[in-house]
């Protein structure tokens, strides 16, 4: 019996509905089959190479069904798939794929001038394969055109894998810096398959069982098409939107433009009869029911009868919003609460049942310690860290981190990613958030000491504290408070200018405000509460 690994589940599904969609982006739509051809055809390409087991390739794209074939070829060879953001700048990319210790990058065309410009600092990288775009730029010098790549090259044969082949994704870490979390390929795959539930699919035991429950599925209701409507670079997009849906044999559908244009999204769901939509909380869920308001009052609102489900993950969907989009449609509304270390829990809401906005019930094996490693008291109103059993392994080449936040208790390991929260009389939980000063904005992580750092490198200024301001739209929004040499020496333009040469663009302050003083304690350490208190005193 195969043991459970990303890129054999998805082969077990190709063989058995190759005819089905697999991948839609603008209209191109691959089916299972092609999918996995063409991802057995990237794989070829990068052995062809020397990566092999546990190699790692960074993957730099916009959505597209590109993306998705790339890190399905990586899984295929037993590599590990390495998420770029496709937003960072010279010094994050060449960090990353330095700490990742990528051997090839798979990039968007319109980033060649920003590859070129560090490839010479890259000195790990073996094999650089471009993705066309409309940006009209060449082909880099030394790189193979993707679909060069897929059309010239044979589809690797399939291999046996093993359950603990590597597989990590990128997120932020408390000093600014992204950190690689790990997880076994097998362990993660296993676990998101109990998921399909969600979709409609009966979830499997093992790898042999996929083939007779997407049948069963694909006979009865229908396969799961889901719309991803934030970025696959991040863990929702992949994992939530991507991976669970392709694990329950559906059509993943995704949109190459970047930023939130709601009313191509349900263009998307209306033309593909969309099943399943993926955001990120508010800064989504927002403008897409605003957008159902504007098609409504102008009488022609969008057919969104196909939608059962909308799924969100990484930052708290307020309920009023919740009840603007099931006004228009009756469906599903999940509100998970997790991060990259491991989920933690669910809230559910539909036209039968509502819940509170930071309400929700803990997934099994995930508890709420106080700082004396003893579970909090339902209904005591105590504050605790919420710890989870999560099968994360740990940070990848950082010990130090892991060991803060793997942490074993009465015999069980725990993992600590650092969310706060009071626990209900019910059980239930409420959530308080980071007991760091991390700042999430529409969906994105933004560290205070990371910016900051940027803004006192400018030689007009003194000091800067950044703190996340409460915002409408995407959650929090990033702002600065700053001290200056002279009145003269700098203002917010020059500030603002100066950041985005380091810094990637949804890391920017949105708002550069000018004290006479930054307070900090008497110790020399950042006085948060003082900054966000100035802020909103001068917002």
């Known amino acids: 019996m195969a043991d459970w690994h990303f890129a054999t589940a998805y082969e077990r599904i190709s063989d058995t509905i190759g005819d089905q969609p697999a991948l839609i982006c603008e209209n191109v739509i691959r089916t299972w089959a092609e999918y996995d051809d063409r991802a057995a055809r990237i794989a070829s390409v990068l052995t062809q190479h020397g990566l092999g087991p546990n190699s790692k390739t960074g993957i730099y794209l916009h959505n597209s069904n590109e993306y998705q074939e790339a890190h399905h070829g990586v899984c295929k060879l037993r590599g590990c798939p390495v998420n770029v953001n496709y937003r960072y700048r010279e010094e994050e990319l060449i960090y990353l794929l330095d700490n990742s210790d990528a051997q090839a990058?798979?990039?968007?065309?319109?980033?060649?001038?920003?590859?070129?410009?560090?490839?010479?600092?890259?000195?790990?990288?073996?094999?650089?394969?471009?993705?066309?775009?409309?940006?009209?730029?060449?082909?880099?010098?030394?790189?193979?055109?993707?679909?060069?790549?897929?059309?010239?090259?044979?589809?690797?044969?399939?291999?046996?894998?093993?359950?603990?082949?590597?597989?990590?994704?990128?997120?932020?870490?408390?000093?600014?810096?992204?950190?690689?979390?790990?997880?076994?390929?097998?362990?993660?795959?296993?676990?998101?398959?109990?998921?399909?539930?969600?979709?409609?699919?009966?979830?499997?035991?093992?790898?042999?069982d996929l083939p007779g429950n997407i049948t069963e599925a694909l006979q009865g209701n229908g396969l799961p098409v889901g719309l991803i409507c934030c970025p696959l670079m991040h863990g929702t997009g992949m994992w939530v939107g991507s991976m669970i849906t392709h694990l329950a044999g559906g059509a993943v559908v995704t949109v190459k433009k970047l930023g939130m244009d709601p009313h191509l999204l349900w263009s998307e769901v209306q033309l593909h009869r969309a099943t399943l939509l993926t955001i990120v909380g508010d800064a989504f869920a927002r403008p897409l029911l605003n957008a159902l308001n504007e098609?409504?009052?102008?009488?022609?609102?969008?057919?969104?009868?196909?939608?059962?489900?909308?799924?969100?993950?990484?930052?708290?969907?307020?309920?009023?919003?919740?009840?603007?989009?099931?006004?228009?449609?009756?469906?599903?509304?999940?509100?998970?609460?997790?991060?990259?270390?491991?989920?933690?829990g669910r809230s559910i809401t539909s036209r039968k049942e509502s819940s509170s906005t930071a309400r929700f019930n803990l997934n099994p094996n995930v508890r709420?310690?106080?700082?004396?490693?003893?579970?909090?008291?339902?209904?005591?109103?105590?504050?605790?860290?919420?710890?989870?059993?999560?099968?994360?392994?740990?940070?990848?080449?950082?010990?130090?981190?892991?060991?803060?936040?793997?942490?074993?208790?009465?015999?069980?390991?725990?993992?600590?990613?650092?969310?706060?929260?009071?626990?209900?009389?019910?059980?239930?939980?409420?959530?308080?958030?980071r007991g760091s000063m991390c700042i999430n904005t529409a969906g994105e992580k933004?560290?205070?000491?990371?910016?900051?750092?940027?803004?006192?490198?400018?030689?007009?200024?003194?000091?800067?504290?950044?703190?996340?301001?409460?915002?409408e739209r995407f959650g929090e929004r990033v702002v600065s408070v700053v001290s200056r040499t002279s009145v003269d020496a700098v203002d917010d333009t020059v500030l603002l200018n100066h950041c985005r040469e380091h810094l990637a663009g949804y890391k920017l302050p949105k708002n550069v405000l000018f004290v006479d003083h930054v307070q900090r304690a008497p110790n020399g350490k950042a006085d948060y509460k003082w900054a966000k208190a100035t802020a909103l005193d001068m917002l």
């Not at 600092?121 to 790549?149: F, T």
């Not at 102008?298 to 099931?326: A, F, N, R």
């Open 295 to 344: 098609a409504h009052d102008s009488s022609d609102p969008y057919d969104i009868s196909s939608v059962q489900t909308i799924i969100s993950s990484g930052v708290m969907w307020s309920e009023e919003v919740k009840e603007g989009l099931l006004a228009h449609h009756d469906m599903i509304l999940i509100d998970t609460m997790g991060s990259t270390e491991g989920g933690m």
């Open 105 to 208: 990058l798979i990039f968007q065309a319109a980033y060649v001038d920003r590859i070129d410009a560090i490839r010479n600092q890259l000195k790990d990288i073996r094999c650089l394969i471009q993705v066309d775009d409309d940006s009209g730029n060449p082909l880099l010098e030394g790189a193979i055109a993707y679909e060069d790549a897929i059309t010239g090259a044979t589809p690797m044969p399939r291999i046996e894998r093993k359950l603990d082949d590597l597989y990590m994704l990128y997120t932020g870490g408390t000093t600014g810096l992204p950190k690689g979390v790990m997880y076994a390929n097998g362990s993660h795959c296993s676990n998101f398959s109990q998921h399909t539930a969600n979709l409609g699919v009966t979830p499997s035991v093992s790898v042999e």
């Open 446 to 471: 933004v560290f205070p000491e990371e910016v900051e750092e940027v803004i006192k490198s400018h030689a007009g200024t003194v000091d800067c504290l950044v703190v996340g301001i409460p915002d």
């Open 368 to 433: 709420v310690f106080n700082d004396d490693d003893r579970e909090v008291e339902p209904g005591s109103g105590e504050m605790g860290m919420i710890a989870t059993q999560s099968a994360m392994l740990g940070y990848y080449k950082d010990p130090e981190k892991t060991a803060k936040t793997v942490r074993v208790i009465d015999g069980n390991r725990y993992i600590f990613p650092g969310d706060f929260a009071t626990v209900e009389a019910d059980g239930s939980i409420t959530l308080l958030g």
